[in-house]
Nanobody, 122 residues
Framework: VQLQASGGGFVRVGGSMRLSCEAS????????MAWYRQAPGKERELVAN???????TVVDSVKGRFDISRDNDKPSIHLQMNDLKPEDTAVYYC?????????????????WGQGTQVTVSS
């Protein structure tokens, strides 16, 4: 599996930005595609994910400002980030867990995309 991310850069406080990630070479029966982020000096954290069998998740810390959507045809995911704050500044990473099972639970292969920098400043 390969991941191709797009988006990122500099944005003013209160602005919006959209990150996209397209996967190629998926062969598993199920997958979870996600966006993680890592701020300087902090651990990498989940931001949002989508599951090939349906459910999506947006973590509480960004809920109401961030939204995740998908295009199953490609497949790809899009992270719409609104009302951005300085604390959203981080390197954002696309991630996929691909499984031969009907849902991703115990057996999966994981791939990380190259990170993209998002900088929010006034």
């Amino acid at each position: 599996v390969q991941l191709q991310a797009s988006g990122g850069g500099f944005v003013r406080v209160g602005g919006s930005m959209r990150l996209s990630c397209e996967a190629s070479g998926i062969t598993g029966a199920s997958y979870i595609m996600a966006w993680y982020r890592q701020a300087p000096g902090k651990e990498r954290e989940l931001v949002a994910n989508v599951r090939s069998w349906g459910p999506t998740t947006v973590v509480d810390s960004v809920k109401g400002r961030f939204d995740i959507s998908r295009d199953n045809d490609k497949p790809s995911i899009h992270l719409q980030m609104n009302d951005l704050k300085p604390e959203d500044t981080a390197v954002y990473y696309c991630n996929i867990r691909e499984s031969p099972d009907s849902v991703v639970r115990y057996r999966y292969h994981e791939v990380w995309g190259q990170g993209t920098q998002v900088t929010v400043s006034s």
